[in-house]
C-alpha cells in the first residue's frame, strides 16, 4: 500500500533525527568546552551523509573525528 511504502520510506530517517537529538540534548543544554567534541563530530558526521548517502562511511567517518578531537582536546 502507499501508506506502508512511504512509512518505510519516512520512519528510519524520522527515528535517527530523534535519536541523534535526544543523544545531544545534555551537550547543547550545558554548552561547554568537552561538549565540542562530540556536536562536532555529529555535525561532521551529518555533513559526510548529507553528501555522500553511504550510512557505514559516514558513521565510520564520524567516529574516526571523535576519536580525534577527544584526543587533541580531552
Not at 506502508?4 to 543544554?29: D, E, F, R, V
Not at 550545558?30 to 567534541?37: D, E, H, L
Request: net charge positive; glycine share 2%.
Amino acid at each position: 500500500s502507499k501508506v506502508i511504502s512511504y512509512l518505510a520510506k519516512q520512519l528510519p530517517p524520522s527515528i535517527m533525527i530523534i535519536l541523534t537529538l535526544y543523544a545531544l540534548k545534555m551537550q547543547w543544554q550545558g554548552w561547554s568546552y568537552p561538549s565540542f567534541v562530540p556536536i562536532s563530530a555529529a555535525l561532521f558526521t551529518a555533513c559526510v551523509h548529507t553528501f555522500l548517502r553511504k550510512t557505514l562511511i559516514s558513521i565510520s567517518a564520524g567516529i574516526v573525528v571523535y576519536a580525534i578531537l577527544k584526543f587533541f582536546f580531552n
